[in-house]
């Protein structure tokens, strides 16, 4: 149990375009779900903190206009990074916690990898 | 400002060896120390846990110990494998939240020596 998933699990897109990447609890309803950010060889940043049906947390210095999140439903988020730049490549990890779970545990999905040509 | 510092950054370790990663934080609201396994590509798994009431607790062949009084904690695999090699983080959290955040160290890269 408590598996979360993400799509796409790569993507490439020229520099401009928007992404949009989503984050799935499988079985399980999640009411907070956390992005983060990995660069290569580097450790994850939390993004921002995203709760069901209100607006999303941001961390100092994620600008909350460039990566918009959606948390439409107990088993869905989206990250949509706008006008994407080369910079933006990174590797982006969701994580949901499972309300009956043990607190503060978070599970996480596989990642996405996205470049920005 | 770090949060949580991890070391050793990298680390080989002779199949059937001990694995050691230590972290210290700073922040004494922290009281939930989980260490997390990421392979390449692949998102980060949880390991084991502990809160700052126990010293040590043991999963298996992975063992955290815990000093609260020098706010440090650390890793221990034991009877290392091959398979055992990735990317190893703690990390630091507060609260029992669903939606409490936790900060991760920077990461330890094991290798585990055949």
């Known amino acids: 149990g408590a598996v979360v998933s993400q799509h796409p699990s790569w993507v490439i897109c020229k520099s401009g375009t928007s992404v949009k990447i989503e984050c799935r609890s499988l079985?399980?309803?999640?009411?907070?779900m956390f992005w983060y950010r990995q660069f290569p060889k580097q450790s994850l940043m939390l993004m921002a903190t995203?709760?069901?049906?209100?607006?999303?947390?941001?961390e100092q210095g994620v600008e909350k206009d460039k990566f918009l999140i959606n948390h439409a439903s107990l088993t869905l988020s989206t990250l949509t990074v706008t006008s994407a730049h080369p910079e933006d490549s990174s590797f982006y990890i969701c994580?949901?916690?499972?309300?009956?779970?043990?607190?503060?545990?978070?599970?996480f999905g596989p990642g996405t990898r996205l470049t920005v040509l | 400002q770090q949060q949580v510092k991890q070391s050793p950054q990298s680390l080989i370790v002779q199949k059937g060896g001990i694995s050691i990663i230590n972290c210290a934080y700073e922040?004494?609201?922290?009281?939930?120390f989980p260490w997390y396994q990421q392979f390449p590509g692949k998102g980060p798994a949880l390991l084991i846990a502990?809160?700052?009431?126990?010293s040590e607790k043991k999963e298996g062949r992975f063992t955290i110990s815990f000093n609260k009084s020098a706010k440090q904690f650390s890793l221990h695999i034991m009877d290392s494998q091959p398979g055992d090699s990735a990317t190893y983080f703690c990390?630091?959290?507060?609260?029992?939240?669903?939606?409490?955040?936790?900060?991760f160290g920077s990461g330890t890269r094991l290798s585990i020596r055949p």
């Open positions: 502990i809160r700052p009431d126990v």
């Open positions: 990390a630091a959290g507060s609260g029992y939240s669903s939606a409490s955040k936790i900060i």
């Open positions: 922040n004494t609201a922290f009281d939930y």
């Open positions: 994580s949901a916690s499972h309300p009956a779970g043990v607190e503060n545990e978070q599970f």
């Open positions: 079985d399980f309803q999640a009411t907070t």
């Open positions: 995203s709760n069901e049906g209100s607006k999303a947390t941001y």
